[in-house]
DNA sequence: CCCATTCATCGACGGTCATCGATGCTTCTG
DNA sequence: CAGAAGCATCGATGACCGTCGATGAATGGG
């Protein structure tokens, strides 16, 4: 089934590294959570307050803290407090494990091996 | 791989389509069908025995068949039957939502687009 | 024609999650 | 110092998920 060149895009997962990139996922398997990676994409690597969210996402500000709770514990935000507010923003580098594993199989050119 | 002028992350994220691709994520958000869909991609679109899974994953087969029936009702993979087994195999540009939402933000206004 | 093989479905069980109101903590303001 | 504002945490609740054994359906072989 698989050949003799290890493909690169499509490198091996074991269960330990599908463990791991499973938390990151749960973490992104939510509508609301998507939408506010979303928001930060879009930031541009700049901070966003949490009261931008509740409004934006239409949840108690309970829901919103908890959201970038979980996101903060998969690594994929950050906070920043300034006085009585909260300030998130995306992690640099932290989706790219995401992309990684999704990306395209090997590019199946044939002869080299 | 994504040209310069394509603003797939950045694209706004309405409450629908996150809806939507909420779904994609956690029919992906679980360790075996990460591994499932590993393989599938390792498998360059070739088709892969259900008994295939099962040994390499250590589930029940009531348990491989039930990820893989999540995995397709979320458009992922693709069922075929041969004889009294069945083949699976990724669909083609089923993923790329999944890499399209999480490319990097917009090269902020960098000129030439 | 009968049996073995392969897979999908069902029912059940234990665990996890999203959401909210209430509460507590920190910081700014008057 | 007292009050207000913003946010995190707690406890509860209803819903969903992963896993398995058992059962059913379809197919191929002797």
Do not use: W
Request: proline share 4%; net charge neutral; glycine share 10%.
């Amino acid at each position: 089934m698989i050949n003799c060149c290890t493909p690169l895009a499509g490198s091996s997962l074991d269960a330990g590294r599908a463990a791991e990139l499973e938390g990151v996922m749960k973490a992104l398997a939510d509508r609301q959570r998507l939408r506010i990676v979303n928001m930060l994409l879009r930031a541009a690597g700049e901070s966003v307050c949490v009261c931008e969210f509740e409004p934006f996402l239409g949840l108690s500000q309970a829901t919103v803290s908890h959201h970038l709770k979980v996101l903060a514990e998969a690594g994929l935000v950050e906070r920043e407090g300034r006085g009585t507010r909260s300030y998130y923003s995306l992690v640099d580098g932290a989706l790219d494990a995401v992309r990684g594993v999704f990306a395209p199989a090997a590019p199946a050119g044939a002869g080299s091996c």
